[in-house]
């Protein structure tokens, strides 16, 4: 197979700076499409750390004014990869987060601080760096979804360009006011270019103006073309139907494998998933849960907000007390949310466990020691940690949308037969249906030689990044010129 040069423009990218799924996906993509021949290098914003993270150096371009100030394009290795970073002190050197400021609020020059990043991408995608022609640009999110604009607008000849929505949430919608900024060409400003509303809208852009669309799970791929889940966009998702596709993320299964895990306690496989235990010990000690080998226990590893449907479960806290079993659940977001957990908690000692944070090795240890994992997820366009939790041995209870309705195979009777299983489905995402697909998960608990079958087809499964990654190298050799 002929060797290809591609780039993929993100605003997050593991190890170096992440808010959620997207930047594991950043992050495995170029070893995994290594394997298919591809050069993958990666452009990310300099914010403080991705510049403190970055060896040998090299200023490859340099701008004079980018969105008011200078900016150098950096190239070099962090975090395992090769990295071009965009150090535009006046854009990112700043506290807080990728997007935000310390008081949560979105920076408000966002328009400017991910223009910056697409128009720079798109430009790398145009020769900008001597030794690096890219034949693809690949973008992620709304952050880097004006790059297929600038490419588009260039009139140059031009690399093949992908989007990838990861969270058709997040749109990058802006006031008509910072159009002249972005310095694309006045009609650019239409309906067939980045107009939305009225407004400019990044994602809307690309997702005009790519030559292909992905999405990250066949079913959401699906869903954000109906009105119901389109958010807005599901016309113009339905005019670029031949173009869009679902592709399944996979996880890093270096960085989660269970036999070589530093992050936990006791390392397993499937020949060896007594050793499981060892974690549900360290689990329920580092939780503040009752010491209790044979008790249920749901782990839950998630961002919270709307989105991920866990107010549900708050309704659902009487089955704890019913059915003896714990929570533990580590996870940052809404303040409302965490205060209500968190009096949950008081209530409950020994039974139901909180963290508020951001903690990679508890996340581990929490996929290693407990028996299930609930992801109750009202909309999730992929989702990560049911695939980890297969990949770790606990049984994934998820909801049936998006990428968890890809993923997981639920244990009717039939798929228990079957032996295929591998975890529990609910549908409608309600908290009556919660109930009862925690009810069935008890019940599976019970019969112990079926829950280790679901254990068993978890660790089977393939959740590594070698089918994608197939499937991203097609799209492409489909999109570069000839
Ligand atoms: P999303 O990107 O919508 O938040 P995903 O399931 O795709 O959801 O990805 C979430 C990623 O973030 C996973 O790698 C998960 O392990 C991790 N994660 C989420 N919350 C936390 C947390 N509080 N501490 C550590 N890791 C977390
Ligand atoms: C987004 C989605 C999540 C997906 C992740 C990576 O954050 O919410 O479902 O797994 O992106 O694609």
Known sequence: MKPIAA???????????????????????????????????????????????????????????????PARLLAGKAGGLDLFALDAPHLYDRDGGPYAGPDGRDFVDNAY???????????????????????????????????????????????????????????????????????????????????YYGGVGFLKAGLQLADRVTTVSPTYAEEIQQSHSGMGLDGLLRMRANELAGVLNGIDTEVWNPATDSMIVAPFSAKKLAARAENKKALQARMGLTSAPDRLLIGVVSRLSWQKGLDLLLACLPFFDEHNAQLALLGTGDPGLEAVFQDAARHHPGR?????????????LIQAGADAILVPSRFEPCGLTQLCAMRYGAVPVVSRVGGLADSVIDANEMAIQANCATGLQFSPVTSEALAGALRRCAALFARKAVWKKLQLNGLKTDVSWSNPAKHYAALYREVAPA
């Open 352 to 364: 139901i466990a909180v963290h508020f944070s951001y903690e990679e090795g508890l996340a581990h």
């Open 113 to 195: 601080r991910f223009g910056a990043l697409a128009k720079v991408g798109a430009e790398i995608g145009l020769g900008l760096v001597k030794a690096f022609h890219p034949r693809v640009v690949h973008a992620h999110d709304w952050q880097a979804g004006l790059t297929a604009a600038y490419l588009h607008y260039s009139g140059k000849p031009r690399p093949g360009s992908l989007i990838t929505v990861h969270n058709l949430a997040f749109q990058g919608q802006f006031p008509a006011t910072v159009f002249p900024a972005l310095g694309l060409p006045q009609r650019a400003f239409s309906i067939e270019g980045v107009e």
């Open 7 to 69: 780039l993929s423009v993100t605003p997050e990218v593991y190890p170096l700076i992440k808010t959620g799924g997207l930047a594991d996906v950043a992050g495995a993509l170029p070893a995994a499409l290594a394997a298919e021949h591809v050069e993958l290098r990666t452009l990310c914003p300099g914010y403080r750390p991705v510049l403190a993270a970055l060896e040998k150096a090299e200023a490859v371009a340099r701008f004079d004014d980018l969105f008011g100030g």
